[in-house]
């Protein structure tokens, strides 16, 4: 089973188009979860993508105390009404804010990572909510230091869990180290600037993907919103 997602973090227009664009293309499923306002994102093609919300929780662990948790998880449903799932940036998660996901008619939330475990099934939690682990992120990737020369027609098996995490800034600079970004970051709402700076001398996060989609496209495997994932 192969799933994709994409962790929108504040991303530009320009550059959520672009990874929009190359799932589109090769008409392969993605849920998007969402921290603002886009127009792209609500223009977008349903049969492809699956929107859900990836609210900030960061700045209540910071001390700031002008909102709490409840009112974060409202002002992005009042965005997105149809989101039914939640990865929460920074994959912020207790079992408080899992009565609160679930309270506020979520389904499922996707915060549980386990890099390269390609054995994780999803189950059911106390709350009624369904967990979905994931498996692979782009920028845990490279904070690991590993290499984007990978292929993925290699350790795919039809029978394993593939729940890919991207991120439309590493898509958009094809990122391969924290260096690549970090030395970008600042440019980080200037698509013309970034396009500048993208990788073009080592493989990297774009890199992976579009191979990725390629082997799934050529291949006619099936992929799945997240919400399609089954317990």
């Known amino acids: 089973m192969i799933a994709f997602s994409l962790d929108v973090d504040w991303a530009p227009e320009e550059v959520i188009k672009d990874s929009l664009n190359l799932f589109e293309n090769y008409g392969v499923k993605c849920t998007v979860f969402n921290t603002h306002d886009s127009n792209i994102i609500n223009e977008s093609n349903r049969d492809f993508f699956e929107i859900g919300i990836h609210p900030n929780f960061n700045p209540l662990l910071d001390g700031n105390n002008n909102t709490n948790a409840d009112s974060i998880i409202k002002k992005l449903l009042k965005i997105y009404p149809e989101a039914k799932g939640i990865r929460s940036h920074s994959m912020t998660q207790s079992s408080r804010l899992l009565r609160l996901f679930k309270d506020n008619g979520l389904i499922y939330d996707c915060n549980q990572f386990f890099p390269y475990k390609w054995d994780l099934h999803p189950y059911k939690c106390w709350t009624g909510l369904k967990r979905i682990p994931y498996n692979w992120e782009d920028d845990i990737h490279f904070a690991y230091k590993k290499s984007f020369d ?63 989609l390629e082997f799934i496209s050529s291949n006619n495997i099936e992929t799945k919103k997240i919400i399609e994932i089954k317990l």
């Open 150 to 212: 990978i292929n993925f027609s290699e350790i795919y098996k039809p029978h394993k869990y593939f729940i890919f995490d991207f991120h439309p800034i590493h898509i958009y600079l094809n990122t391969d180290s924290e260096l690549t970004y970090f030395e970008s970051k600042k440019y980080y709402q200037n698509p013309v600037e970034l396009k500048k700076r993208r990788n073009i001398d080592r493989l990297g996060t774009r890199d992976f993907l579009i191979k990725t």
